[in-house]
Nanobody, 122 residues
């Protein structure tokens, strides 16, 4: 099992940056792929970014390509989402999730954090 806790959210102006962290406790963090999802008010939770267990493979939603970067530090059991050039449309609760392989579907992930709020003002 793995427990996940997100942090780093906040209020930022459009064009600004935030760095989200996903701290994991439990065993064998490097065996889990980590994905980030966003859920805006009134909308479904959507895939944002993915990183494989050893960090060698990443994937992004088209809406964030070139602006967001996912990374991880397995020695510190932490994954990150660097978000640059933020837009009001990025406003959402951001969740990290741990799973076995790449998937953009929520149902394929076994473990979730509670989320961190990101608000981007115009």
């Amino acid at each position: 099992q793995v427990q996940l806790v997100e942090s780093g959210g906040g209020l930022v102006q459009a064009g600004g940056s935030l760095r989200l962290s996903c701290a994991a406790s439990g065993r064998a963090f490097s065996t889990y792929a980590i994905s980030w999802f966003q859920q805006a008010p009134g909308k479904e939770r959507e895939f944002v970014a993915y990183i494989s267990g050893r960090g060698g493979s990443t994937r992004y939603a088209d809406s964030v390509k070139g602006r967001f970067t996912v990374s991880r530090n397995n020695a510190e059991n932490t994954a990150f989402l660097q978000m640059n050039s933020l837009e009001p449309e990025d406003t959402a609760i951001y969740y990290c999730a741990a799973g076995g392989r790449f998937s953009a579907r929520q149902s394929d992930y076994d473990y979730w954090g509670r989320g961190t709020q990101v608000t981007v003002s115009a």
